[in-house]
T-cell receptor, first 114, second 113 residues
Framework: AQKVTQAQTEISVVEKEDVTLDCVYE???????LFWYKQPPSGELVFLIR??????QNEISGRYSWNFQKSTSSFNFTITASQVVDSAVYFC???????????FGQGTRLTINP | EAGVAQSPRYKIIEKRQSVAFWCNPI?????LYWYQQILGQGPKLLIQ????????DSQLPKDRFSAERLKGVDSTLKIQPAKLEDSAVYLC???????????FGEGSRLTVL
């Protein structure tokens, strides 16, 4: 069965600090997809990134970067030089190849203080 | 391109009453999902449609929840009778392809008193 664990319930940092959100997943499939979504106070889930299990190359998009390590079943998300607008709940999710559905972690509430 | 539309945005009902939520996915998206998000938790899948057929409803409390997707486009999710623990945000999402990203609507927030 697929499972996603986000051990950090809440994180609070001061603006401009770097912050890493952890994600550990479990799956028996060899083909799967990993996702990160952002949920601002408005409530809508905003897609950030999708990785497939065969692509372990790290990704950088502006201030955001993702570190995918199959050896530790982790898909961590780092925000560099955080800003107040980054404050939100962030969800990591997993989709197995045949299932299509996303299984979400519990989420990490990130607060960036000015 | 229009996003996933949901209504109503907010609904307050008494326990044992019924409620229905509506979702219009992004045009051309074959797969539609209903998720339940209880406060402080991650979204949990209730039901998944592929066109107008059910793919996965293993976590849908079928004694009180029902969902349909007529003609493979719009979908409705109904709760009857509602319980206090049904208070949550009901999120609709659609996807054009297997393994692709899900596009979410703004959700329908239900409060059961």
């Amino acid at each position: 069965a697929q499972k996603v664990t986000q051990a950090q319930t809440e994180i609070s940092v001061v603006e401009k600090e770097d912050v890493t959100l952890d994600c550990v997943y479990e799956t028996r499939d060899t083909t799967y997809y990993l996702f990160w979504y952002k949920q601002p106070p408005s409530g809508e889930l905003v897609f950030l990134i999708r990785r497939n299990s065969f692509d372990e190359q790290n990704e950088i998009s502006g201030r955001y970067s993702w570190n995918f390590q199959k050896s530790t079943s982790s898909f961590n998300f780092t925000i560099t030089a955080s800003q107040v607008v980054d404050s939100a709940v962030y969800f990591c999710a997993l989709s197995e190849s045949g299932a299509q559905k996303l299984v979400f972690g519990q989420g990490t509430r990130l607060t960036i203080n000015p | 391109e229009a996003g996933v539309a949901q209504s109503p945005r907010y609904k307050i009902i008494e326990k044992r009453q019924s409620v229905a939520f509506w979702c219009n996915p992004i045009s051309g998206h074959a797969t539609l999902y209903w998720y339940q998000q209880i406060l402080g938790q991650g979204p949990k899948l209730l039901i998944q449609f592929q066109n107008n057929g059910v793919v996965d409803d293993s976590q849908l409390p079928k004694d009180r929840f029902s969902a349909e997707r007529l003609k493979g486009v719009d979908s409705t999710l109904k709760i009857q009778p509602a319980k206090l623990e049904d208070s949550a945000v009901y999120l609709c999402a659609s996807s054009p392809m297997t393994g692709g990203e899900l596009f979410f609507g703004e959700g329908s927030r239900l409060t059961v008193l």
